[in-house]
């Protein structure tokens, strides 16, 4: 049997969504469309249909299943969010961020990459750094990875900060790396390795 996680932080409960949940995700994305707009690839209309939401939580699902991927959701603490088995967390007002650990590799490796977001409404708010700190640690602990590998567009200052306040270190930089926003974009390389590997 698969276990969903469910992590508590101070503020917020993360978890992962099921194929009968993509409203709440839909609309994440729908209502934050502009707002993400100048950090991701150019999304068509078809992106944010229903049968797409739905296939991409099916497919992130099976990648959680087989261990290539942990695609997190969050929601405010103080929003109800049904244990695992019940009928889906749709009940939830809304998603207030997303933090994606995907390409998980291992053999000697043992590393994956993080993405992320937050609701423009939820910026400023400390909130994407307390998800992201208590997810890292999650993959840490429990998937026993040694490197988590993030990325950003050298424009992106407050993506910069909120990494190195997490403990990532800067590695180089990526010319025309990723096509964001419709152009090749450079990107700074990040990483953050696993303590317990060193003590």
């Known amino acids: 049997m698969i276990i969903v996680p469910r992590i508590k932080t101070a503020r917020c409960m993360l978890t992962l969504l099921q194929h009968y949940d993509h409203q709440v995700l839909r609309d994440y994305y729908r209502d934050n469309r502009e707002h993400l707009s100048p950090w991701e690839p150019l999304r068509g209309k078809e992106y944010f249909s229903e049968f797409s939401v739905r296939k991409r939580l099916q497919a992130s699902n099976e990648l959680f299943a087989n261990g290539g991927a942990v695609h997190f959701v969050?929601?405010?603490?103080?929003?109800?969010?049904?244990?695992?088995?019940e009928e889906n967390?749709?009940?939830?007002?809304e998603i207030i961020g997303v933090c994606n650990f995907s390409n998980v590799v291992r053999g000697p490796f043992q590393a994956c990459n993080l993405g992320y977001s937050i609701a423009e409404k939820y910026l400023g708010q400390g909130l994407m750094g307390e998800i992201l700190s208590a997810a890292i640690d999650y993959m840490f602990k429990e998937h026993g990875l040694h490197r988590i590998m993030a990325n950003y567009i050298p424009e992106n200052k407050p993506s910069g900060k909120l990494l190195?306040?997490?403990?990532?270190?800067?590695?180089?930089?990526?010319?025309s790396y990723l096509?964001?926003?419709?152009?090749?974009?450079?990107?700074?390389?990040?990483?953050?390795?696993?303590?317990?590997?060193?003590?």
Do not use: M, R
């Open 89 to 93: 967390v749709t009940a939830c007002k």
């Open 179 to 199: 096509q964001i926003a419709g152009q090749w974009q450079d990107h700074i390389l990040t990483s953050k390795l696993n303590p317990a590997d060193f003590s």
């Open 74 to 85: 969050a929601f405010l603490g103080d929003e109800s969010v049904p244990e695992h088995g």
């Open 164 to 175: 190195a306040s997490l403990g990532f270190e800067t590695e180089g930089l990526a010319k």
